[in-house]
């Protein structure tokens, strides 16, 4: 249990030990209350140092294999679901409710547990990942290449927001420790006490190598200084903070990769057809209502302006401003409150001088940011604010409401004219992680969300279809990509195994395909074959990259492709009728089924006897190259392709290359026949 009446001394634990600041404590205090919960300070620390500790601890990472680390995620994960009360318990300090906390602490191990069980289904259990195709670069096959992805030997440096003080650590160390490389967290002081927490509870399951993860406590110091070419540092907060950072003489000088994700001034549009008698002018308003609200209007992804058709504005305004009247603001522990605090007082009178800002081009319609109105808590020692909508009447001329993020439950009305002209005002804002159209028309999904593609990293289409099933505007999801062009920071992160690729470098080796194979641990035509034993016979334990089988001949008769058509039904008349057939561009007469000849080729590659083969689990890349007419003889030449033992499991994957040739050689059917394969076998 934790002990809330003593503040607590936060620290950074950096060069495998907890690390107390050796300057003045800084106090933290509670969003919605303003009591002290934690004092932060980070100074006279070796930064260098960590970095050092970090890029040493790589080594460790990168022994493990993609599902080895997977697995320690997964631990890692479930660790943490089973502590999330403590962390529950804390978030309450932040401002936020337990449904804010939710976003964040479910979130964040959601996406660590995410991870770890996609990075098993959709990657090798390796140490090297490989991008596309092996590309041919000689008729006889001697030299080819492919693209290969090897973790950076540096350190990741994350330099997070105080909005979301676990999910923003989580959703960037899975794809980070997944790649293969160390970390060092710096969360932002206002909410860094939650995130010691679970950093703390992370190191105590004793899974990560040492090293893998650091935290700094406070400020980052002069680690900028000592930034490498094999560093990556990932920024989320304001665009002055974020540019400034940017722009640091080693990073620019050493070209190190740094994905900002800064203001974002998110649109909701209404789409001309979803006039108030449609469920998806409900469905719109219930979503601007939860975008402004949840975290108190402090989420990255929160909807900042409503562009809706100018015939809409009142039905609009009158519907939101009901609502917004209705959200009970107050402690964020208290069962009635709607919506908690912001994360300080500081934050509150920022959220205040952008609202004013915002009033250059923009009138307050509903909300008052100066008289808060609370249903528990004190006004004044709490950082509340009740939400706040403005309408833009001219939205093209209204230049504040393009450029100022007010970070809290505050968002403006826009009216549009024409589907153009909505896209136009969406655009004004420069880039942004997402936006979201509420419309029933294929013609408006079609024409909007084109329109705002280029300029968002995300666009959610909500309609009555998927009101129950719908993610929402605002949850950037571990399978999707999350960041925005031009304001929003030019970043990307997750987007699935995309994610580990800004950890990672992408190399293009070149070479003979033998010595290719032994790089990327995958056989590629050219590279050495092996005959001898069939391959179906050999457990994970015996099987080498490279060992095949060439098979007998089998002749194609009409009476088998006659049999095959009346047996499945199959009678397209390319097999059936032979004048149909010859008028086909394509063919000389009656052709067999593609079908078929993949259900021949298996008959004559597989070895039919118990053994450690254990099921076929599909063909990938199926092509069909030549047709094959009555008389033709087929043969198939089996490869293993690639091995993939679980590090979970008694068995693995293997991926064999098929090629099934004709008597004149020439190559009538090419795939990857996969595998289930034991890892041993005593038959
Ligand atoms: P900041 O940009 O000030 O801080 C973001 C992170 O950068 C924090 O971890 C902060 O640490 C760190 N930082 C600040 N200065 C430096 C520096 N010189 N060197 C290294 N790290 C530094 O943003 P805030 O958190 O104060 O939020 C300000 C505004 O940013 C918000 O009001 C909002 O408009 C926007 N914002 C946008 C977000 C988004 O995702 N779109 C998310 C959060 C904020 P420390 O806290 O210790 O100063």
Same mark, same amino acid.
């Given at each position: 249990?934790l002990?809330?009446?003593?503040?607590? *001394?936060?620290?950074?634990?950096l060069?495998?030990?907890?690390?107390?600041?050796?300057?003045?404590?800084?106090?933290?205090?509670?969003?919605a209350?303003?009591?002290?919960v934690?004092?932060?300070?980070?100074?006279?620390?070796?930064?260098?140092?960590?970095?050092?500790?970090?890029r040493?601890?790589?080594?460790?990472?990168?022994?493990?294999?993609?599902?080895?680390?997977?697995?320690?995620?997964?631990?890692?994960? %479930?660790?943490?679901?089973?502590? =999330?009360?403590?962390?529950? +318990?804390?978030? %309450?300090a932040?401002?936020?409710?337990?449904?804010?906390?939710?976003?964040?602490i479910?979130?964040?191990?959601?996406?660590?547990?995410?991870?770890?069980?996609?990075? /098993? /289904?959709?990657l090798?259990?390796?140490?090297?990942?490989?991008?596309?195709?092996?590309?041919?670069?000689?008729?006889?096959?001697?030299?080819?290449?492919?693209?290969?992805?090897?973790?950076?030997?540096?350190?990741?440096?994350?330099?997070?927001?105080?909005?979301?003080?676990?999910?923003?650590?989580?959703?960037k160390?899975?794809?980070n420790?997944?790649?293969?490389?160390?970390?060092?967290?710096?969360?932002?002081?206002?909410?860094?006490?939650?995130?010691?927490?679970?950093?703390?509870?992370?190191?105590?399951?004793?899974?990560?190598?040492?090293?893998?993860l650091q935290l700094?406590?406070g400020?980052?110091?002069?680690?900028?200084?000592?930034?490498?070419?094999?560093?990556?540092?990932?920024?989320?907060?304001?665009?002055?903070?974020?540019?400034?950072?940017?722009?640091?003489?080693?990073i620019?000088?050493?070209?190190?990769?740094?994905?900002?994700?800064?203001?974002?001034?998110?649109?909701?549009?209404?789409?001309?057809?979803?006039?108030?008698d449609?469920p998806?002018?409900?469905?719109?308003?219930?979503?601007?209502?939860?975008?402004?609200?949840?975290?108190?209007?402090?989420k990255?992804?929160?909807?900042?302006?409503?562009?809706i058709p100018?015939?809409?504005?009142?039905?609009?305004?009158?519907?939101?401003?009901?609502?917004?009247?209705?959200?009970a603001?107050?402690?964020?522990?208290?069962?009635?409150t709607?919506?908690g605090?912001?994360?300080?007082?500081a934050?509150?009178?920022?959220?205040?001088?952008?609202?004013a800002?915002?009033?250059?081009?923009?009138?307050?319609?509903a909300?008052?940011?100066?008289?808060?109105?609370?249903?528990?808590?004190?006004a004044?020692?709490?950082?509340?604010?009740?939400?706040? %909508?403005?309408?833009?009447?001219?939205?093209?001329a209204?230049?504040?409401?393009?450029?100022?993020?007010?970070?809290?439950?505050?968002?403006?009305l826009?009216?549009?004219?024409?589907?153009d002209?909505?896209?136009e005002?969406?655009? %004004?804002? =420069?880039?942004?992680?997402?936006?979201?159209?509420?419309?029933?028309?294929?013609?408006?999904?079609e024409?909007?969300v084109?329109?705002?593609?280029p300029? @968002?990293?995300?666009?959610?289409?909500?309609?009555?279809?998927?009101?129950?099933s719908?993610?929402?505007?605002?949850?950037?999801?571990?399978?999707?990509?999350?960041?925005?062009?031009?304001?929003?920071?030019?970043?990307?992160?997750?987007?699935?195994?995309r994610?580990?690729?800004?950890?990672?470098?992408?190399?293009?080796?070149?070479?003979?395909?033998r010595?290719?194979?032994?790089?990327?641990?995958?056989?590629?035509?050219g590279?050495?074959?092996?005959d001898?034993?069939h391959?179906?016979?050999?457990?994970?334990?015996?099987?080498?990259?490279?060992?095949?089988?060439?098979?007998?001949?089998?002749?194609?008769?009409?009476?088998?492709?006659? @049999?095959?058509?009346?047996?499945?039904g199959?009678?397209?008349?390319a097999?059936?009728?032979?004048?149909?057939?010859?008028?086909?561009?394509?063919?000389?007469?009656?052709?067999?089924?593609?079908?078929?000849?993949?259900?021949?080729?298996?008959?004559?590659?597989v070895?039919?006897?118990?053994?450690?083969?254990l099921?076929?689990y599909?063909?990938?890349?199926? *092509?069909?190259?030549?047709?094959?007419?009555?008389?033709?003889a087929?043969?198939?030449t089996?490869?293993?392709? +690639?091995?993939n033992? *679980?590090?979970?499991?008694?068995?693995?994957?293997? *991926?064999?290359?098929?090629e099934?040739?004709k008597?004149?050689g020439s190559l009538?059917?090419?795939?990857?026949v996969?595998?289930?394969?034991?890892?041993?076998? =005593?038959?």
């Amino acid at each position: 249990m934790l002990d809330a009446s003593q503040p607590m *001394r936060l620290q950074s634990y950096l060069c495998g030990a907890w690390r107390d600041g050796r300057g003045a404590y800084k106090p933290l205090l509670d969003a919605a209350t303003g009591a002290v919960v934690a004092e932060i300070d980070a100074s006279g620390l070796d930064m260098a140092e960590a970095l050092a500790h970090g890029r040493r601890a790589g080594a460790a990472l990168r022994a493990m294999t993609v599902h080895e680390r997977a697995l320690m995620l997964k631990a890692i994960g %479930l660790a943490l679901l089973e502590q =999330k009360d403590d962390f529950h +318990a804390l978030s %309450l300090a932040t401002g936020a409710t337990p449904k804010d906390g939710w976003i964040d602490i479910d979130g964040g191990i959601g996406t660590l547990l995410n991870y770890a069980s996609k990075a /098993r /289904r959709e990657l090798p259990n390796s140490r090297v990942l490989t991008d596309g195709v092996t590309e041919a670069l000689s008729p006889d096959n001697s030299f080819s290449a492919r693209h290969i992805l090897t973790p950076l030997r540096g350190v990741a440096v994350h330099i997070n927001a105080f909005n979301f003080p676990v999910w923003g650590m989580l959703e960037k160390l899975a794809p980070n420790l997944l790649a293969g490389m160390p970390a060092i967290v710096k969360p932002a002081s206002q909410t860094a006490y939650l995130t010691e927490l679970v950093v703390r509870r992370i190191l105590a399951t004793g899974l990560l190598p040492e090293g893998a993860l650091q935290l700094v406590c406070g400020s980052v110091g002069d680690m900028l200084d000592h930034m490498t070419g094999q560093d990556v540092v990932t920024f989320t907060g304001s665009a002055a903070t974020g540019q400034m950072l940017k722009a640091h003489p080693e990073i620019i000088g050493n070209s190190t990769r740094f994905t900002m994700e800064a203001d974002s001034l998110n649109a909701c549009i209404l789409g001309p057809d979803a006039t108030p008698d449609t469920p998806e002018f409900d469905l719109f308003i219930r979503e601007v209502m939860r975008e402004i609200t949840a975290k108190a209007g402090q989420k990255c992804t929160a909807i900042r302006r409503v562009i809706i058709p100018r015939a809409q504005t009142g039905a609009v305004r009158d519907a939101l401003a009901a609502r917004m009247a209705e959200v009970a603001v107050g402690l964020p522990g208290d069962k009635a409150t709607r919506m908690g605090a912001l994360a300080s007082l500081a934050q509150r009178d920022d959220v205040r001088a952008a609202i004013a800002r915002l009033q250059a081009g923009a009138e307050i319609v509903a909300g008052n940011p100066d008289a808060v109105r609370v249903a528990s808590g004190d006004a004044e020692r709490g950082a509340f604010l009740n939400p706040v %909508l403005l309408y833009a009447d001219q939205p093209l001329a209204a230049h504040a409401v393009h450029e100022v993020e007010a970070f809290g439950p505050v968002g403006t009305l826009l009216p549009y004219d024409s589907p153009d002209q909505a896209i136009e005002i969406a655009a %004004l804002g =420069k880039g942004s992680l997402v936006s979201s159209l509420f419309t029933n028309a294929p013609e408006v999904a079609e024409e909007i969300v084109l329109g705002l593609a280029p300029f @968002h990293g995300r666009v959610m289409i909500g309609n009555r279809d998927s009101a129950k099933s719908s993610t929402g505007h605002g949850s950037p999801l571990p399978m999707l990509v999350h960041g925005g062009p031009g304001r929003a920071g030019g970043g990307e992160e997750l987007g699935g195994m995309r994610g580990l690729h800004h950890y990672m470098q992408r190399s293009a080796v070149q070479g003979t395909p033998r010595l290719l194979a032994a790089v990327t641990g995958e056989w590629t035509k050219g590279a050495n074959s092996h005959d001898g034993t069939h391959p179906f016979r050999k457990s994970l334990a015996e099987l080498r990259l490279g060992d095949r089988i060439v098979t007998e001949q089998r002749e194609i008769t009409l009476a088998d492709i006659e @049999h095959f058509a009346s047996f499945t039904g199959d009678t397209f008349y390319a097999h059936m009728d032979e004048d149909a057939a010859r008028a086909n561009p394509f063919f000389e007469g009656r052709v067999a089924h593609g079908y078929l000849i993949v259900s021949f080729a298996a008959g004559l590659f597989v070895q039919p006897d118990p053994g450690p083969v254990l099921a076929n689990y599909g063909i990938d890349n199926l *092509r069909f190259l030549t047709p094959v007419y009555p008389g033709n003889a087929l043969g198939v030449t089996l490869t293993c392709k +690639a091995i993939n033992p *679980r590090a979970d499991a008694d068995y693995g994957e293997v *991926r064999w290359d098929c090629e099934v040739t004709k008597q004149d050689g020439s190559l009538v059917a090419q795939y990857d026949v996969l595998t289930m394969v034991a890892k041993e076998w =005593k038959g």
